[in-house]
């Protein structure tokens, strides 16, 4: 039999044969209220989904300097792009919030660290895996932190060459990491989403689960990843996609987040084992309707 890979995310196992992982990814989606926070977990607990995600940075690490005194309008009044940037990050006391509200909800969460001192911060909770974003693919000294938690890395692949994809698994190492597919628009065209890019993905790395991360608006390019082969998915929620903030639009609200996961579950179920075989509940239409007798 074909070795499949699969990975460990917490409790779960994660891989072909395995049911699909589906992470709501909050980010920061909350605009800062922790309030916001707990309902985009209930709501991707309500789902169905295995996992929330959020992304934690150090302000002034991710920041260009050039940036920081930037003045820009926020819900919050006009204020400098690093005091933004602080308004809209969560720190321990927050996520520890979460992290208890997650216990209580049954459902995982974990992050995109954007940078060193984002993954030590992380590795105060026990966490199932680190995300490490398309933007950061390109960052070896922050691959190489990820790498030292023993943690299970999710590399997305958006706004990357095969070259910049194969270093970087090279830097996290191939044996406890999940690659997912995306394309870094929001929202993403349809036909820039290239969905094929996971059974590349498959092919060119055989040993290593692949995921997809989608950007995209509507739910049925998700499905058709599902359908491709996908065995991690992840899409941005929000409570409204009219809400400040430049993922909301690209983001999938409460009701549509419950009718994708009921969806993969059905795919799921559909896909099957790929061995053809005449069902019991075929019998009866084959006695009624089949002239012709031959051989099984």
Request: proline content about 5%; glycine content about 6%.
């Amino acid at each position: 039999m074909k070795h499949q890979p699969t990975r460990t995310l917490g409790s779960r196992t994660v891989g072909p044969d395995h049911p699909v992982y589906v992470t709501g990814e909050i980010g920061i989606n909350h605009n800062g209220d922790l309030d916001k926070a707990l309902a985009l977990v209930d709501a991707a607990a309500d789902a169905g989904c295995d996992a929330v995600k959020f992304q934690k940075r150090t302000p002034e690490i991710c920041t260009p300097r050039d940036q920081w005194d930037i003045e820009r309008d926020t819900p919050w009044g006009r204020m400098t792009y690093i005091d933004y940037r602080h308004r809209v990050e969560f720190g321990e006391t927050e996520y520890r919030a979460i992290d208890e509200h997650c216990r209580a909800r049954g459902i995982a969460w974990f992050a995109s660290p954007w940078d060193t001192e984002a993954v030590a911060f992380l590795e105060k909770f026990d966490l199932p895996a680190h995300k490490i974003a398309s933007a950061s693919l390109t960052d070896d000294e922050l691959l190489r932190a990820v790498r030292a938690t023993g943690r299970t890395a999710i590399l997305s692949t958006g706004m990357s060459t095969p070259r910049q994809i194969r270093h970087a698994v090279e830097v996290l190492g191939s044996e406890n990491i999940l690659l997912c597919h995306a394309t870094s628009t929001y929202p993403a065209k349809a036909e820039e989403l290239n969905l094929r890019v996971i059974e590349s993905l498959r092919r060119d790395y055989p040993n290593i689960p692949i995921g997809y991360s989608g950007h995209e608006t509507g739910l049925q390019t998700t499905l058709a990843a599902v359908a491709l082969g996908a065995v991690f998915v992840e899409r941005h929620i929000t409570l409204d996609r009219a809400m400040w903030g430049s993922d909301q639009a690209a983001s999938v609200e409460p009701q549509g987040l419950t009718r994708l996961v009921r969806d993969i579950r059905t795919i799921e179920a559909a896909l099957g084992d790929g061995v053809k075989r005449v069902y019991d509940s075929e019998l009866a239409p084959m006695k009624k309707l089949r002239r012709v007798l031959a051989p099984a």
